[in-house]
């Protein structure tokens, strides 16, 4: 139960900060996606189970807030985390490698996979010019943020684990 208020609670709070502080920092006019990186890190550190659950309730506050319909982001998100539960085996935490290739590419496939939802079925073709101003940019920052962001969820993973090794024991 405390890993779940936990999550939730980060969850929320990544939400509020990508959707308000990190709007007043933002460089080339994008900012980074910080439920993506809560995604990826779950799915990585917890499992496919857990990176799928991260990533639905990610996705659906996106959804709720700001989507026109309800679903194309939970789906994306819950593909993400699931995708990056199978990772998990090789995962180690000391390894910042894997995260930031993971996150390279969750970052790139996610914002193709919006500019096919979004962009081209209404017949905007301009992929070229979204890939340099929205896409690049948007992938370095959040690389540039996953380096200190990530660390942060390692330890509240490594207390979780820890607390729930503690409860086990007595």
Do not use: W
Request: net charge positive; with cysteine; proline share 2%.
């Amino acid at each position: 139960m405390k890993r779940c208020i936990t999550i939730g609670f980060i969850i929320i709070i990544c939400f509020i900060l990508q959707s308000t502080l990190f709007h007043y920092l933002s460089l080339a006019g994008v900012v980074p996606n910080l439920l993506l990186i809560v995604t990826m890190s779950f799915g990585l550190m917890r499992g496919r189970k857990e990176g799928m659950l991260v990533g639905f309730f990610s996705g659906l506050l996106i959804d709720i807030f700001f989507g026109t319909v309800l679903g194309p982001y939970a789906l994306i998100y819950m593909t993400m985390g699931y995708i990056n539960g199978f990772f998990h085996r090789i995962y180690y935490v000391e390894d910042v490698l894997l995260p930031m290739i993971m996150i390279s590419m969750n970052d790139l496939i996610y914002n193709i996979l919006i500019y096919l939802i979004y962009f081209l079925l209404r017949n905007r073709l301009d992929f070229g010019e979204y890939l340099i101003t929205l896409i690049l940019p948007e992938m370095l920052y959040t690389i540039l943020i996953t380096l200190f962001f990530y660390k942060l969820l390692v330890r509240i993973n490594l207390r979780l684990k820890k607390s729930k090794e503690v409860e086990v024991h007595d």
